[in-house]
């Protein structure tokens, strides 16, 4: 199924992913401050959303503390597409505020350069931890409320820094950021490990009740929707290459549901978008922690970028129906992901095959055919002008349409 090679490799990456005696005891250590590090990135909706969340955490727990940095936008390398990814980050705020504790305005907008600027310069003002987590709160409410003179208000009440120090300040935070690990804001740095907003505070807490802080009550609670269920099949933007859509990919497979229509595109690489080192890493460690907690087997994984991912694609669109499409994803993706399966290699792309009942004459025949190319371009075109996303698994349900496997609940309370 896999070279020797791969096999290694694969085993090398299990063990990164999975912490030793020595990392875990480094996180001990670290844990013993009961300090979490903060990265807010203002005009970024899962900021003022995560702010929200850790000041109910502090006011919980006085003996934490919050160090609060204020980061720009990601660079460019991690931000391959900036318009998009902020009016996502809008429309996801706008959700999460909608079905959670959590207040997000619905009208809310970017912000102008020069409101943006100005709450930077309020937070860029040093000031105690816990001052400071309250006023990021405070001013990102004003931010995202569109209140020019609320903010004219904290800027009198909080005072500034000056404007000549909002770019350099800004820009040496994002550098501090990047040595130390991580690409974006919205995070919180703990015992050595990263949270991304408010859906990674699970983990979060779990880590603080390790360290002998509280309980791991949850701090965001679940609202609903009052939606009205929609009708139409499920369609699933996903990559053969993505962790996160593997983790999708099984959890569709493992309950009934409604007709799903799969729509698989190229990894963010082959599409000439830039995924660094770092994010890679990152989003690896953190599919880790989802798959350990949903139980699906992760962590032994042969990179497929290249001629494992066109092959795969080629054996999928070959397949009689969308049944037949998810058994293969599946099993595709499981040998990816969790056995180190080199889908490139002919062995390995038929083994996975035969676990999804695909015989090896529809693969040979499916791979001398190349029309799925054509339909990965209209995917491709579809994510990102229909739905306004570049990054999978996206999923469009009718006319609602959310970007990520932490969002599939949503999509489960709108199904018939």
């Known amino acids: 199924m896999s070279t020797l090679r791969a096999q290694l490799r694969g085993r090398a990456l299990e063990a990164f992913l999975t912490p030793g005696p020595v990392r875990r005891a480094l996180r001990h250590a670290r844990r013993r401050s009961h300090t979490l590090d903060v990265y807010l990135q203002l005009d970024d909706g899962h900021s003022h959303l995560l702010a929200q969340a850790l000041e109910r955490l502090l006011a919980r727990h006085p003996e934490l503390e919050a160090r609060v940095t204020v980061v720009p936008a990601p660079a460019a390398d991690a931000d391959p597409e900036p318009e998009l990814r902020s009016a996502w980050t809008i429309r996801d705020a706008k959700l999460v505020g909608q079905t959670t504790n959590l207040e997000f305005p619905e009208r809310a907008e970017a912000p102008p350069a020069d409101r943006l600027r100005r709450a930077n310069a309020i937070l860029l003002r040093p000031r105690p931890a816990r001052e400071q987590l309250a006023a990021a709160v405070r001013v990102g409410d004003a931010l995202w409320r569109g209140d020019a003179e609320a903010l004219a208000a904290l800027t009198r009440e909080l005072g500034t820094a000056t404007g000549l120090e909002v770019t350099p300040e800004l820009e040496a935070s994002y550098r501090a950021l990047?040595?130390?690990?991580?690409?974006?804001?919205?995070?919180?740095?703990?015992?050595?490990?990263?949270?991304?907003?408010?859906?990674?505070?699970?983990?979060?807490?779990?880590?603080?009740?390790?360290?002998?802080?509280?309980?791991?009550?949850?701090?965001?609670?679940?609202?609903?929707?009052?939606?009205?269920?929609?009708?139409?099949?499920?369609?699933?933007?996903?990559?053969?290459?993505?962790?996160?859509?593997?983790?999708?990919?099984?959890?569709?497979?493992?309950?009934?549901?409604?007709?799903?229509?799969?729509?698989?595109?190229?990894?963010?690489?082959?599409?000439?978008?830039?995924?660094?080192?770092?994010?890679?890493?990152?989003?690896?460690?953190?599919?880790?922690?989802?798959?350990?907690?949903?139980?699906?087997?992760?962590?032994?994984?042969?990179?497929?970028?290249?001629?494992?991912?066109?092959?795969?694609?080629?054996?999928?669109?070959?397949?009689?129906?969308?049944?037949?499409?998810?058994?293969?994803?599946?099993?595709?993706?499981?040998?990816?992901?969790?056995?180190?399966?080199?889908?490139?290699?002919?062995?390995?792309?038929?083994?996975?095959?035969?676990?999804?009942?695909?015989?090896?004459?529809?693969?040979?025949?499916?791979?001398?055919?190349?029309?799925?190319?054509?339909?990965?371009?209209?995917?491709?075109?579809?994510?990102?002008?229909?739905?306004?996303?570049?990054?999978?698994?996206?999923?469009?349900?009718?006319?609602?349409?959310?970007?990520?496997?932490?969002?599939?609940?949503?999509?489960?309370?709108?199904?018939?």
């Open 178 to 416: 990047r040595k130390k690990g991580h690409y974006q804001g919205a995070m919180v740095h703990f015992g050595g490990e990263w949270f991304w907003g408010v859906d990674r505070l699970p983990f979060l807490l779990a880590a603080l009740q390790k360290a002998g802080v509280g309980e791991a009550e949850p701090l965001v609670r679940e609202q609903g929707t009052r939606d009205s269920p929609i009708d139409g099949p499920l369609e699933v933007f996903f990559s053969f290459r993505s962790p996160y859509s593997y983790l999708a990919i099984a959890r569709l497979a493992a309950r009934p549901g409604p007709a799903l229509l799969l729509r698989p595109v190229l990894p963010m690489v082959m599409r000439g978008l830039p995924v660094p080192r770092i994010k890679r890493f990152y989003i690896a460690r953190d599919a880790k922690r989802l798959a350990d907690r949903q139980g699906v087997p992760f962590g032994r994984l042969c990179d497929p970028v290249g001629a494992g991912v066109e092959r795969c694609i080629a054996v999928l669109e070959a397949l009689p129906d969308e049944p037949a499409k998810l058994r293969f994803a599946q099993a595709a993706m499981e040998g990816i992901w969790s056995r180190a399966v080199e889908v490139a290699s002919d062995p390995g792309l038929l083994a996975v095959a035969e676990q999804a009942g695909v015989d090896e004459a529809t693969v040979r025949s499916a791979l001398a055919d190349e029309g799925w190319r054509a339909t990965v371009e209209e995917n491709r075109r579809a994510l990102r002008e229909e739905l306004g996303l570049w990054g999978v698994p996206s999923f469009r349900l009718g006319s609602f349409t959310v970007w990520g496997q932490d969002r599939m609940a949503l999509l489960d309370a709108r199904q018939r």
